[in-house]
């Protein structure tokens, strides 16, 4: 029911929360009210505080590589840059991801966890678990009968990656099932 004195030009529409790209009014970048403004001041903080982050592991990189001391001196500085540089976009990401509102996203799906590819992560991702705790218990079986000595940062890179590969190959079943 509309009052008599309000006109067409008085309503203001709020954004939609829709999933339909043609009915969605929302930013593709979305808005951050911890912020206080728009998708501009989002996006910018995002990008200061995300290149912040990525100098900060580049200086950490540079430390760590400058007191395990190289026969090129070089090497520690080019070493911070490379992570510096390789870590820009996902620092800029991570802080979007912290400080940008779901509900201000165009496309984003209310409750992430009711959705079909949530269940399908979770049922990957709690396999991947009990698949490391099964490679884990028969490695150090193996590992200790035949006597062997192993380098933990190998071991742990192999173990990460293993996980990452079972997740993937369990959630890309999962997903061709149905």
Not at 79 to 97: D, H, Q
Not at 116 to 123: F, I, M, S
Not at 146 to 152: E, F, I, L, P, S
Request: net charge positive; hydrophobic share 50%.
């Amino acid at each position: 029911m509309t009052s008599p004195h309000r006109t067409d030009d008085d309503v203001v529409e709020t954004p939609r929360t829709t999933t339909d790209p043609r009915r969605d009014a929302r930013s593709s970048w979305g808005r951050s009210a911890r912020l206080g403004g728009g998708t501009g001041r989002l996006i910018a903080v995002s990008l200061l505080l995300g290149t912040l982050l990525a100098a900060l592991i580049g200086v950490i990189a540079y430390g760590l590589a400058a007191t395990a001391g190289h026969e090129d001196p070089r090497a520690p500085l080019l070493l911070g840059m490379i992570m510096t540089a390789t870590s820009l976009a996902p620092g800029w990401a991570v802080v979007w991801a912290l400080l940008v509102d779901r509900d201000t996203v165009r496309g984003a799906v209310r409750n992430t966890e009711d959705t079909v590819e949530g269940r399908w992560y979770e049922k990957a991702t709690s396999g991947a678990f009990h698949d490391l705790l099964v490679l884990l218990g028969l490695g150090a079986v193996v590992v200790n009968l035949a006597g062997w000595q192993v380098d933990t940062g190998l071991l742990a890179a192999g173990l990460v990656l293993f996980m990452m590969l079972s997740v993937a190959v369990r959630y890309l079943l999962l997903k061709r099932r149905g």
